[in-house]
């Protein structure tokens, strides 16, 4: 079947620390992948996305590569801010139907 | 309108009674999700409209759970006879075509039960 893997958080560093946030997916075909964000107080909004093995999916200042060989999509990002404290979840899109999420994971940046 | 609509925003009833949430989506999409945020638990998959029909309805946790979609539009998820259980926030998404695009999800509707 299909499924999501995230770590579990919270994640706790402060601001400039590099980030990583591990996902692993099992899936039949290949789906697209996706992290989305959800900001204190707002609903969930894509990050970023990539459709197929090695592509890499960019958004502010975010990136995480389609790894086929590992079954992973890491989400990583150079040096984070405390505007970035949220929560992300990993996705992934199986044929004809709806996103299946990871269970997300909480990060928290001080300044 | 200009994005995913939601309504109530927040429901608070008693165990046993029936509730009705609303999901207005993006207007031209014709797919529509409906997803349970629960604490530790992530987004739980619930059902999957495209048009009117629903071909996955896999997540639906019992027969307490229904959900339909009119003119393809609008969706209303059905619970009935409430638990404690299903407390949670309900979100619904939209997409033009389907899952392998950009989703615009609502803020959700807070169900608190009694």
């Known amino acids: 079947g299909n499924s999501v893997t995230q770590m579990e958080g919270p994640v706790t560093l402060s601001e400039e620390a590099f980030l990583t946030i591990n996902c692993t997916y099992t899936?039949?075909?290949?789906?697209?992948l996706f992290w989305y964000v959800q900001y204190p107080g707002e609903g969930l909004q894509l990050l970023l996305k990539a459709t197929k093995a090695d592509d890499k999916g960019s958004n502010k200042g975010f990136e995480a590569t389609y790894r086929k060989e590992t079954t992973s999509f890491h989400l990583e990002k150079g040096s984070v801010q405390v505007s970035d404290s949220a929560v992300y979840f990993c996705a992934l899109s199986p044929l004809r139907t709806a996103l299946i999420f990871g269970k997300g994971t909480t990060l928290s940046v001080s300044s | 309108g200009a994005g995913v609509s939601q309504s109530p925003s927040n429901k608070v009833t008693e165990k046993g009674k029936d509730v009705e949430l609303r999901c207005d989506p993006i207007s031209g999409h014709t797919a529509l999700y409906w997803y349970r945020q629960s604490l530790g638990q992530g987004l739980e998959f619930l059902i999957y409209?495209?048009?009117?029909?629903?071909?996955?309805k896999s997540g639906l946790p019992s027969d307490r759970f229904s959900a339909e979609r009119t003119g393809g539009s609008v969706s209303t998820l059905t619970i009935q006879r409430t638990q404690q259980e299903d407390s949670a926030v309900y979100l619904c998404a939209s997409s033009q075509q389907g899952s392998n695009e950009k989703l615009f999800f609502g803020s959700g509707t807070q169900l608190s039960v009694l």
């Open positions: 899936a039949t075909g290949y789906p697209s």
């Open positions: 409209f495209q048009g009117n029909s629903a071909p996955d």
